[in-house]
């Protein structure tokens, strides 16, 4: 049996230990010092000026569209476009937050969106902000899509949540953007159990993300923050300060078990990227030896982080054989993400306009992934070798 995973954590047993360690002396529980530690910890292995971190992926994404909206950047009604191959928790916010929906199409040959695919969609509907998803450790190529962005003045936003690592030859996926999300679920790049987090090299965005994460309250701000907050609304005592709440906001909060384990297992990121991406690029060549199967581009990326290992057929019929070829060696299988969002139920119920999607469509008929991590031995490797050989 290949599992989507074999553990929650990359040194499974010597996280596990740390953890255990960690719960018997921590002073707290709740979001305190362990998750700033991270967070700085984070924005300093992506690059960016500031990291907020949150109790997944999905409220990481609900958070950038809610500190938008709070700060007067986007409004109700307004054309967000997304990737439509992508995961229900980067579409569902923009529809709970009131804006408009727009999905994009991807390329079958990258399985995201990229820049010709944004060109097309703006030809003919105009978009005030594009969040779009890095697609199971691939991107599109995302400096010509930042250029179009900055042109026609559309923000760009990252669901960065399977891309963590990534690197193109101008920069990490992830910093391409106003603002970022990550997943720390299991199964992840990286595993805090559950967890999320968003870069960004704005503070205002940073500071309204705090908030937002926060019940709207100051408590998380710095004191210039705190003062410039309660000057504002005439908030003068600290005991008054203590429940003053000052935009829309929810509890998204981490705790310190997030913190604490984001932290040690940052020690093994680089190596566990650089193993995902050495297993990736053994199994590709399988791929393109097998004329069933559609070898994906990456010439564009640096580093590829790879997050799993899809396998996109030539059509539907072949990925029965190739689904029942893994499934029959005990590879654990899932459909490529979300497929062609428009085909959810959610979707259907809230959004009355169907796009024309082909790319999307055929990714969703003729693809799978299943998982690529670490701890994959010689052995399994050699099972996923047999499973894509030709059927
Ligand atoms: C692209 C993408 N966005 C968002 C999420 C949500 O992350 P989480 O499960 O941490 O809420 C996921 C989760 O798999 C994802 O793949």
Redesign the pocket.
Known sequence: MIPLMKYAFVNEYETRHALAEFILKAPKFSMDQQCYNFEKKFSKYQGSKEAVLFN????A?LAILQSLKNLGMLDVGDNIGFSAL??S??VMPIIQLGFNPIPIDCSVNTLNVMSSNLLELIERVKIKCLFI?NVLGFTGDLDKIREICLSRNIILLE?N??ALGTELFNGKAGNFSLAS?F???VA?HMSTI???LVVTNNYEIAEMLRIVRANGWDRNLNAAQQLKWRKKFNVSNEFEAKYTFYDLGYNLRPTEITGFIGQFQMQFLEKNIDQRESNFLRLEQYVKENEDLIFLDHTHIKKFSSFALPVLCKNKKLRESYFNQFSGAGVEIRPM?AGNIQKQPFFKKYSKVEYNLPGADFIHDCGFYCGNYPELSENDIQVLRSCLSKY
């Open positions: 997944s992926g999905g409220s994404n992508t995961w928790t980067n998803t669901d949540c399977e999300s997943s720390f679920f992840h559950e967890g999320g993400i």
